[in-house]
């Protein structure tokens, strides 16, 4: 099995930081966290930070050069640095990974239970 937990949410003023994490755990042969996603009340879920091959990084444009997405693969860990909040950016938060529990079985998509970010006066 496979389990991603997100935590680092909470409330915060406008011009805050928080730092969100995506921890992958469980049983498993491989796995790969890919990024983050939002999603705002009444709302699509929405790509926030990824990275893509090549070792880059893709933002989305409401985020770009306030936000950064690291990862710490000794511990299976995504980071997900905000700063510069606004209240846009309130929703839930969640990370998504790709993985295997098994070295011969099909690679699967997996998503955390999100974790909530308020920006708010």
Known sequence: Q????????????????????CAASGSFFS??????YRQAPGKQ??????????????YADSVKGR?????DNAKNTVYLQMNSLKPEDTAVYYCNAEGQIR???AMRNYWGQGT???VSS
């Open 103 to 105: 070295s011969w079985g």
């Open 45 to 58: 879920r929405e790509l926030v930070a990824t990275f893509i091959r090549g070792g880059s990084t893709h």
């Open 31 to 36: 796995i790969d966290v890919k990024g983050w």
């Open 67 to 71: 936000f950064t997405i690291s990862r």
């Open 2 to 21: 496979v389990q991603l937990v997100e935590s680092g949410g909470g409330l915060v003023q406008p011009g805050g930081s928080l730092r969100l994490s």
């Open 116 to 118: 909530q970010v308020t």
